[in-house]
C-alpha cells in the first residue's frame, strides 16, 4: 500500500471529495473551457498572525499565497488553516489565502503569480505543466485520493452490464471523471465516441450543479461524478452502483496534489518546505482526529460558501477520500494514458513534473518511508 505520510497508518480514515470537476484538457483539449472558471478574489485572505510560532526561525519570505478549492477534496489546506499548523511551520511569514472555483483559474493564478503554492487536481496541474513546456510548476507532495462514484438510478441499472445502452453524466468533456468513465466503457468492450459521446453508452457532460436535476427529472440514468455530487444523487434515490477505487491498486488514485510555481521554489525552498511540513503534521492529525476534523472542514466550507453540507452528504462524502503525503505519480501517469487511449489528447511529456525532494527530507527526518515520483521528476 502506498503510504499517507501519517505516523497514525493503521487507521487512516476516508474523507471525501466536494470536488469540483478537474478539468484534464492537456494542449488538445485547451478549447473544451480551458480558464472559464474564474478564481474568487473576494475570498481571498491573510491568516491571523495568533497563531505564529513565537521565537519560530525567519523564513526567506515574508509571505506565501496559497490557493486551493472550498471542498472536501481540499481538506488539508481547509482543516490545516483552520488549526493553524501551516501558520506555526511558517512562523513570521504570512500566509494569503485565496479560493478558486476549478483547476484551470488556479493554474492562471500561479502563472500570473498571483499564487506561489496550490491545492489541485492532477488533470489541471497536467494541463499547465505541458502547456508550459515544463516550465511553469512542480507537483511537490500528494493530499488526497479516491472520492469518485458509478450512481445510478436503481429502477433502470440494476448490474453493471446494464450500463450498456444507459445515458451517464460526467461533469465536463475530457476532465478527470469522463475520461475514467471512457476508460471503463472501453475495459468492457464497448465503443463510446470521446467527443460527441455517443455510443454503446451515451456520455452526458453534465455539470455538476444541476446534475441532481437532471438526475431527478429523468435526463441521464446515472453518473460517473466526485463527491458530494454522488451523495446529492443517493438523496435523490440514486444508488452506489461503482467505486471508482476498487479499479485501482491498492483502491487509490490521486485526486489532490500540491503543486508550487518553480519561480518561488528556487527561490524560497525553505518557506516550501514549512508548507509541507504543515501539510505532512495536518494530514497526520486529520487521520487521528476525523471527526473533529470533519467538523473543521465543514465549518470552512460555510464561511468560504455561506452553506454547510448536510449530514447526509457529508458523513458519506468524508469517508470516500483519504488524506496522504504522497502523490500517487504511478496513477496520475496511467490517467494522463487514459485520455491518450480514449483519443482525447496526444501523449504528454510529463518527465520533471515532480519534485518530491523537500517532502522526502521532511518524511525521512521523521522517520516515515519516503514517497517515488514513478521517474517522473526528482525524488
Not at 470552512?300 to 458523513?315: E, G, I, M, V, Y
Amino acid at each position: 500500500m502506498p503510504r499517507t505520510g501519517s505516523r497514525i497508518r493503521p487507521h487512516r480514515r476516508r474523507l471525501t471529495a466536494a470536488a469540483v470537476a478537474l478539468p484534464i484538457l492537456f494542449g488538445a483539449l485547451a478549447a473544451c473551457g480551458y480558464g472559464s472558471d474564474k478564481s474568487d478574489d473576494a475570498k481571498a485572505s491573510t491568516a491571523p498572525a495568533a497563531t505564529t510560532a513565537a521565537g519560530a526561525k525567519k523564513l526567506s519570505a515574508d509571505q506565501v499565497r496559497i490557493g486551493f478549492f472550498p471542498n472536501l477534496t481540499h481538506a488539508t489546506p481547509l482543516v490545516g488553516l483552520k488549526e493553524g499548523f501551516f501558520q506555526q511551520e511558517l512562523g513570521g511569514t504570512t500566509i494569503k489565502q485565496a479560493t478558486f472555483n476549478a483547476g484551470p483559474a488556479e493554474i492562471e493564478a500561479l502563472n500570473a503569480g498571483s499564487i506561489d503554492i496550490g491545492w489541485i487536481g492532477p488533470s489541471p496541474a497536467i494541463n499547465g505543466y505541458t502547456k508550459s513546456d515544463g516550465k511553469s510548476l512542480r507537483i511537490i507532495s500528494g493530499s488526497a485520493s479516491g472520492g469518485v462514484k458509478l450512481v445510478v438510478n436503481p429502477k433502470k441499472i440494476k448490474t453493471l452490464a446494464d450500463v450498456k445502452g444507459k445515458k451517464i453524466a460526467t461533469p465536463q468533456l475530457g476532465n478527470t471523471q469522463d475520461v475514467a468513465l471512457l476508460n471503463w466503457i472501453k475495459s468492457r468492450g464497448w465503443k463510446v465516441d470521446a467527443q460527441s459521446g455517443k455510443g454503446d453508452v451515451s456520455v452526458i457532460r453534465t455539470d455538476n450543479s444541476i446534475t441532481p436535476q437532471a438526475y431527478k427529472n429523468g435526463s441521464i440514468d446515472g453518473a460517473w461524478v466526485p463527491e458530494p455530487t454522488a451523495s446529492k444523487l443517493v438523496d435523490e434515490g440514486a444508488k452506489v452502483l461503482l467505486d471508482e477505487s476498487t479499479l485501482w491498486p491498492n483502491k487509490q488514485f490521486v485526486i489532490t496534489n500540491v503543486i508550487v510555481s518553480q519561480k518561488f521554489l528556487t527561490a524560497h525552498p525553505d518557506v516550501v518546505e514549512a508548507v509541507l511540513r504543515g501539510s505532512v503534521k495536518t494530514n497526520a492529525w486529520i487521520n487521528a482526529n476525523p471527526e473533529k476534523a470533519k467538523a473543521d472542514a465543514n465549518a470552512q466550507l460555510k464561511a468560504l460558501t455561506q452553506k454547510a453540507l448536510p449530514a447526509s452528504q457529508l458523513d458519506p462524502a468524508w469517508q470516500s477520500i483519504k488524506v496522504l503525503d504522497d502523490p500517487l505519480a504511478s496513477t496520475a501517469k496511467a490517467e494522463a494514458e487514459h485520455a491518450v487511449a480514449a483519443g482525447l489528447l496526444k501523449s504528454p511529456r510529463l518527465d520533471g513534473i515532480y519534485d518530491l525532494r523537500l517532502l522526502n527530507k521532511v518524511l525521512a527526518e521523521q522517520g516515515d518511508p519516503t514517497v517515488s515520483a514513478a521517474g517522473l521528476g526528482e525524488q
